[in-house]
């Protein structure tokens, strides 16, 4: 006879991108902004970032400034500088000590305060990858075979699938679990992760829920979703580092004016704003609209008939503008590494008390204390 047949349905981490499904997490996203105006104390947030390479403007507008914007509502963070994820797409860990360094610049010159927002490294943090283990018991194989990023990735990256691929959601669960998250501003791209993240803490207090008190361990965190409109890089294509497409938020204005002035566009000398006939210009629009924080429509009006010249120089303009401030920042802090060290180390105290604190309880409730 199976025993428990119900212990380990397969939950469907797929489904979490399906239109229902995104329709639903959309609605609940606008009523937590609401909670989030009235309620901030009410909220843990947790983010991170692979340190693969330099931050750039997609990562900007895209999250890292929402992040700020969360912080600055007095929302309590975590942020992991996910390390010990880079390796599960590739061989060895790359220029690691630069790219960590330059988030740490990053982070700190975009507005995120270390007294507010606790940045830590994940491979610091012995207790939150503890936690991998009575998760990964939590996890069906077929579960983790049918998450869609993970097969994203799997394609993405052209190679066999590795233990680390196939599990790093289990991983990614550590990280949000380990600080009892419960709000994680995400793309779409990672909502099965926290849909995986959800299975496992609910199925942590299944199996192993303190009686007393009769709370479970771990929160179920719920995703953000923020409708942040998608940038392209500057060929038109999905702006990734991997491709070069990128403006880094550290690119100087000379380089930036280099990179827009390759960037593509078309033959109409009109400038619209209609991502769908015309992605490329549009895009364009878009970036300079964000950086003005002004609507995309008005910002390809002005252009009018310059055409991709005009809307290139208008463009330059208002990236230079925009992240002069932070740029001066960013070299500031970068001029002084001692400094973005000894944040990280402050940031990796606090993130290991509060993982060895939740690693306590695990242990508690699976009644490991010795
Ligand atoms: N996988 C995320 C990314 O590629 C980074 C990340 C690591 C993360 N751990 C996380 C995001 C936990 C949210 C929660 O961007």
Redesign the pocket.
């Known amino acids: 006879m199976s025993s428990e047949p119900d212990d380990l349905p397969d939950a469907d981490i797929a489904d979490a991108v399906s239109p229902d499904s995104l329709e639903r997490t959309r609605r609940r996203s606008a009523q937590i902004e609401d909670e989030l105006a009235t309620d901030p104390a009410r909220f843990r947030v947790?983010?991170?970032?692979?340190p693969t390479g330099h931050l750039h403007i997609g990562h900007y507008f895209g999250?890292l400034a929402n992040r700020v914007r969360l912080q600055d509502l007095g929302v309590e963070s975590f942020l992991?500088i996910?390390d010990y994820?880079v390796i599960y797409d590739r061989d060895g860990v790359g220029d690691i000590q630069d790219n960590v360094l330059n988030a740490l610049a990053d982070y700190l010159a975009i507005g995120i305060d270390p007294a507010r927002t606790t940045i830590f490294t994940?491979s610091s943090v012995p207790a939150l990858n503890q936690l991998l283990l009575p998760f990964l018991s939590l996890v069906s194989d077929s579960e983790l075979r049918r998450n869609p990023t993970v097969k994203d990735e799997l394609e993405g990256s052209g190679r066999p699938m590795t233990g680390l691929m196939l599990t790093?959601p289990v991983?990614?669960a550590a990280?949000?679990l380990f600080c009892k998250a419960n709000l994680?501003p995400?793309g779409k791209d990672?909502l099965p992760?926290?849909e995986q993240t959800r299975v496992i803490a609910r199925r942590f207090d299944e199996r192993y829920g303190r009686a007393v008190p009769a709370e479970p361990v771990f929160p179920q965190p719920e995703a953000l979703l923020s409708a942040v409109p998608l940038l392209l890089g500057m060929d038109g294509t999905k702006m990734s580092k991997s491709k070069g497409n990128t403006i880094e938020l550290g690119t100087d204005a000379d380089t930036t004016a280099r990179l827009i002035r390759r960037a593509v566009t078309d033959a109409d000398r009109h400038i619209t704003f209609d991502p769908v006939s015309r992605p490329e210009v549009s895009n364009l629009v878009l970036l300079a609209a964000l950086c003005l924080d002004r609507d995309p429509v008005s910002v390809a009006e002005e252009v009018g008939d310059g055409g991709g010249g005009g809307l290139k120089k208008l463009v330059t303009a208002a990236v230079n503008e925009r992240f002069a401030p932070v740029r001066a920042r960013r070299a500031e802090y970068l001029s002084d590494p001692a400094m973005l060290w000894q944040v990280l180390r402050e940031g990796n105290e606090r993130a290991n008390a509060v993982a060895e604190a939740t690693l306590d309880d695990v242990r508690q409730a699976m009644q490991m204390v010795y």
């Open positions: 947790l983010t991170g970032d692979r999250s992991v996910a994820q994940h790093f991983h990614q990280d949000i994680v995400v990672q992760h926290i």
